[in-house]
């Protein structure tokens, strides 16, 4: 008789301790990390480059953004980043250039700004507040500081341009954080869908509030920094031009199926859009709101000129009642001189899209620059023209999904979780944070 031996085969082992799956901000937060932490990540990324949606590029001897982004390192939820401290960050002015009139003399614009971060725009400050025809609005340039820092205000859970309302603002102040709010989520109150889309007066009173108190800044060679610096914290390459298919919950771990392969970790971290986490998780088991995901389209026009139109390094925004398209603007040469190689200017616009489109065509851009830079734009040469009906996803009041919600082992970080790239680096660390804790 014949006695056949069985041969046992032993279990795989994990690739890693986490899989990261997207190489944009988020993921390369969330990778970072717990790099940073002595766990062994693998990242995934389907595009052929990281950083997502965060990129720069060589236009004509300047460094041209993909999209006028600003990082926000005094925020709580980026202290301690691995590699924030190496990005050469060069502050913007903490406050802002607001358009308050124009006529036959030209353009009246006043800095409004936080007094105790930058004491010598204090007469200014007043001055923007205490106008002829205004003269009771000296308490209204607090008032939109005091609503910015207060922990909890009312209307936080109604959409933010009733929120404002809700929580007391009026007059200009509530007119200048509506220009604000818009410029920096995207969001335009005059888009017919703002109502379903608009993101909560919590959210927005946070973003506010980052701005106003969290040193926006620029890298020095741009935003392409931010993910270069991310990724050199890695010990492992990111396997860029790896799509992945699925995302499957086996034997008490997590198994990554895609294109080049198979990876198993005890932990992943999907830093994917929410529709994408949503189709990767189809079929596992793991039921998460994540809807398919709508979108905030916003175009960014970059100009140079003969000679800056301004030495300031304040973003400008349109506080008058009636606007032109532009949504906010500013010389980022002034903040950081070396996105030109040879000293000429660049001078970001922002555009929002309403109804699906970009709000105005190039002569009403060109045109509303001339007022908000008092000096005429018709013959700035355009660098580039960015149009993105990507620009950030829409969060709806209510709409976010919380990283609390997932099954063990799987975390979700990405700019749906909160607004814009602040929002996505803090998503990561969080979920670094919460996969250290419970790993």
């Known amino acids: 008789m014949t006695i056949r031996r069985l041969t046992r085969v032993p279990l795989r082992t994990a690739d890693a301790d986490v899989i990261v799956v997207g190489a944009g901000v988020a993921g390369l937060t969330a990778a970072a990390q717990l790099t940073a932490a002595g766990r062994r990540v693998e990242v995934l990324e389907a595009d052929v480059t990281t950083g997502g949606r965060v990129g720069s ?37 903490p406050g802002l250039d607001l358009l308050l009139g124009t006529d036959a003399h030209g ?65 200009r102040p509530a007119v200048v954080a509506e220009r604000l709010l818009a410029a920096m989520l995207l969001e335009d ?34 935003m392409v920094a931010l993910p270069v610096h991310l990724t050199g914290h890695l010990e492992r390459p990111v396997r860029t031009g790896t799509r992945v298919d699925a995302v499957r919950r086996r034997a008490g771990s997590w198994v990554v199926v895609g294109d080049h392969g198979t990876w198993s970790a005890p932990q992943v971290v999907l830093a994917t859009p929410a529709g994408v986490s949503a189709e990767l998780l189809h079929g596992s088991g793991v039921d998460l709101p994540l809807p398919h995901q709508e979108w905030h389209g916003v175009t960014t026009w970059w100009f140079t000129a003969e000679e800056a139109p301004s030495g300031s390094t304040a973003l400008r925004l349109d506080a008058r009642a009636h606007r032109g398209p532009v949504a906010a603007t500013a010389v980022v040469t002034n903040v950081s001189p070396t996105y030109s190689a040879d000293g000429r200017p660049l001078i970001a616009a922002l555009v929002l899209h309403r109804n699906g489109h970009p709000e105005g065509q190039e002569a009403a851009v060109r045109v509303h620059l001339s007022e908000l830079w008092g000096t005429p734009a018709f013959g700035w040469e355009v660098v580039a023209r960015q149009e993105q009906t990507r620009g950030v996803p829409v969060r709806p009041a209510g709409g976010a999904p919380e990283a609390a919600d997932t099954p063990s082992g799987l975390f979700l970080a990405g700019d749906h979780l909160a607004p814009g790239i602040t929002g996505a680096m803090e998503s990561g660390a969080r979920a670094a944070a919460d996969a250290l804790r419970t790993g």
């Not at 590029?57 to 006028?68: A, I, K, M, Q, R």
């Not at 600003?70 to 060069?90: C, N």
């Not at 936080?114 to 607090?142: F, K, M, Y």
């Not at 922990?151 to 109604?158: T, W």
């Open 107 to 171: 353009s009246e614009v006043r800095t409004v700004a936080d007094p105790r971060r930058a004491p010598g725009q204090l007469v200014s400050t007043l001055r923007a507040g205490l106008r002829s025809h205004d003269l009771h609005s000296a308490r209204e340039v607090w008032a939109l500081l005091r609503w910015a820092r207060a922990a909890e205000a009312a209307g936080d859970d109604l959409p933010w341009p009733q929120a404002l309302a809700a929580g007391g603002l009026h007059g």
């Open 57 to 93: 590029e060589l236009v004509d001897g300047f460094t041209v953004d993909h999209g006028f982004h600003l990082i926000y390192p005094r925020q709580p939820g980026l202290a301690g980043l691995v590699g924030l401290d190496e990005l050469d960050l060069h502050p913007l002015l």
């Open 189 to 222: 109150p005059g888009d017919r869908r703002w109502q379903a889309t608009a993101s909560d007066g919590g959210t927005a009173r946070g973003r506010l509030r980052s701005f106003l108190s969290g040193a926006p800044a620029l890298p020095a060679h741009g």
